[in-house]
């Protein structure tokens, strides 16, 4: 390695989406020099794709008068099924309004409040007051006892992720784009940066910082179907499992999402049921009302999932091609708030589909979508273990969602940890010198040049990363869903361990040079399994249904045992983590009854 | 149709192999239902050439990552569905972008460059107020900044754009677009004659020669002929037009 390859900031920020440019932006606001590195460009990262909305108790609207941080805190611990960190979803509560209230500020613009009387889907009559008039509008989201995700149009995602970017583009933060770290430099106590592949040319780079923060979203593309950007493949988790010091926390609990379409797994956001609508079996029969006579189609979405898959197996699913579905009715919504609100659901349908969902029904299943697990930090954003590195966002388990995420939760997150890690950050940044060992950097170097070079030369090996990497798509796919089971979950561990041992003998069918694509598969695949395994051992230990984890063999909630959180630990050479657990901070709420999604479901 | 055998001829150059001059390479594949260019790539990626370089992000023609030249025309490839191609496909990288590799083009620094020159973020002197409430807006302009807004900076209008092919520095629909988002925005303090020193020049407005191929490719449908004429209108209105 050349020296003067190596890229010294004060700040190294893993990750362009909207946690790590607004981790960035409060950096670079203090004055520090900061640097992103990001597999795309920052306004391709995954956010951009978030239609929705983000929560915050702004209680602007009809529906969500009176509305409070109280209510999203207890909404947010109900979703999380006590699972949560109830200090971090305190603070978090109390600073979403003003994030939203920032983002506007910087130049998002929110859809608003049109004063006047209008009637919902449902029938009710509701009053928009003169005085509110203007001011953010809000939307219905599920698990929530308040309208109180703030939207703009179809694209929330889309603008915060722009106005965002525009922030940075001003303060002239760095941005290296095409640019991949694939391991954390460390000496076990402290990080002091990461080593880099670029994704333009296939050469290595050190990136030398004072503190370096993973902010690089979830991981969804292990799974065979998910409603994720193709980059999603959770190589920052992965780098910082690879430490050894520093765990992931709950991996085991993995979101599926009602919507994902069928086929293409696209996902058409909860604002189409927030909006008021529904959900139809093969019979044309609106089904949810049955299973949750209260919070009918908006429950919390691992209560949706879960009813949709049982009453597809009850035989009531429609039969299609690509497996049973159910419908997705928004056409009582109308053409004109389909063709506004919810237009983008509309351009999905129509590009992937071929079908106008004004008038026709949108077929649907459960797809994985988010991942509440990440790498283990405190309050602060500090990763345990590990001076000087830090995560936010999806790829962080902060923890605010538990077992469970509450939608437009997410999009909040980011920007929330952004302003609260970014803080801790600056202040880190202010105290601690850049401090590196030159040995130290040329070792982690080293090693992952001889991977490289190893698999450029093709001299030994034999496997397929493509075969390997669809057969862990599958099993995770088929055996560590949305119902489990001991059986299955065993199962799935003996497959992924064996895939695990085949891809440390991977073998290039191309030349690995230059921005060779099979080359930065092959350099990922063995974190992605070990992230996989991770998911797959929590998920076996794990023997309690909570949140997302449902176990068939284990059916109810079991606090007296199980209000813990699972941290996963890679040490070197393992073929399997070590687990441990830590208490679940209860300050506020204690557990009790989430109001819906009463169990046990039975399985068939 | 569903089993027709589709033969797509996809531009080669690897910059790193700069011995391998560019060239066309035809790949056959059997047509599955419904299948999209996103698939088609990455099933010729996985079984016939792993070395193939394109990007595909979001998939959901949402991100703005896969524009190419598909049959000639600049869209983007995750949503083009190969049923409504004929048995030939031919793929070329977007022009005027900076060559990655294959069908990989460099449209991140150009968007990049493009808000810094376009100064595109608000300019305003109040101070943001933690405690406050919301500055208001009425929902019609929160719609038309979002209109503008909607952009994915793909760059099928600048790779379709005649003067972009021929000036580097000319910059297109997306540009005159973005001026347009930031003059609907009440929040936006900039005096109009600061915000036309930038399109007031044949980089800008001036430069473009009306063929408005970009208005028709939008894959977002923004209408950016309505965007242009309301720049120049603006323009008009402050007696800066052709000054
Ligand atoms: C289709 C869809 C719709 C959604 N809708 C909503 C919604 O309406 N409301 C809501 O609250 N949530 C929603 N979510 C969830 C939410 O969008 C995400 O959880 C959130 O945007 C994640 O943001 P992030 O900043 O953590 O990561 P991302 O936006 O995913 O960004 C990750 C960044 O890390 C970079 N990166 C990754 N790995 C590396 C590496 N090894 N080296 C360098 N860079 C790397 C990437 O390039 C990218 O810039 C949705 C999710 C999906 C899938
Ligand atoms: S991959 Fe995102 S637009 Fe095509």
Redesign the pocket.
Known sequence: MKWSDAHITDVLV???????ERVAIEAAQEGHQVTI????P?RR???T??????QASLGNVAMGYGDNPDIHFEDTVKGSDWGCDQEVARMFVELAPVAVRQMSYWGVPWSRVAPGKRTLPDGVEVEELQEKAGLIAQRQFGGTAKWRTCFAADG??HVLQYAMDSVVVKLGVAVHDR???ISLIHDGERCCGAVAVSLRDGTLRPYLAKATVI????YGRIYGAS??AV??EG??MAIALDTGAVPLGNMEAVQFHPTGIVPANI?V?EGCRGDGGYLLDKNLHRFMPDYEPVKKEVASRDVVSRWMVHHMRRGFGVDSPYGPHLWLDIRHLGEEHICTNLREVHTICENFLGIDCVSALIPVRPTQ??SMGGVRTNKHGHAYHLAGLFAA???ACWDLHGLNRL??????E?IVAGMVVGERVTAFVREHPLHFSFSLVAEAVRVQQARLDDLRSRSRGSEDVYQLRKAMEETLLEKVGIFRTGEALGEALLTLTELYRRSQNLRLRSSGLGPNPELFAALRLPGMLRLALCIVHGALARTESRGSHYREDFPHRDDENWLKRTLAYWPEGAEAPRLEYEDVKITELPPGDRGYGGMPISGD | MADRLLTLEIFRYNPLTPNIPPRMQAYQLRETPGMSLFIALNQLREEQDPSLMFDFVCRAAVCGSCAMLINGRPNLACKTLTQDLPDKITLMPLPVFRLVGDLSVDTGVWFRDLSLRTESWIHTDKTFEAQGLEERMDNPTALSIYEAERCIECGCCIAACATANMRADFMGAAFLNRIARFLIDPRDERPAAQVFEVVGTDEGVFGCIGLMACDDLCPMEIPLQGQLAFVRRKMALAGLWGK
Request: without cysteine; hydrophobic residues 35%.
């Open positions: 893993i990750g362009a989406g909207l946690a790590g590195l990001s597999l795309v920052p990262s995954h956010s794709a978030a239609q929705g909305g983000m929330t995602g640019t991949e770290a902010a690089t979203g979830g409603t994720n980059i999603n190589t920052g996902l956001t979508h988010y966002g999806e790829a939608g437009g939760n997410s999009l909040a980011t």
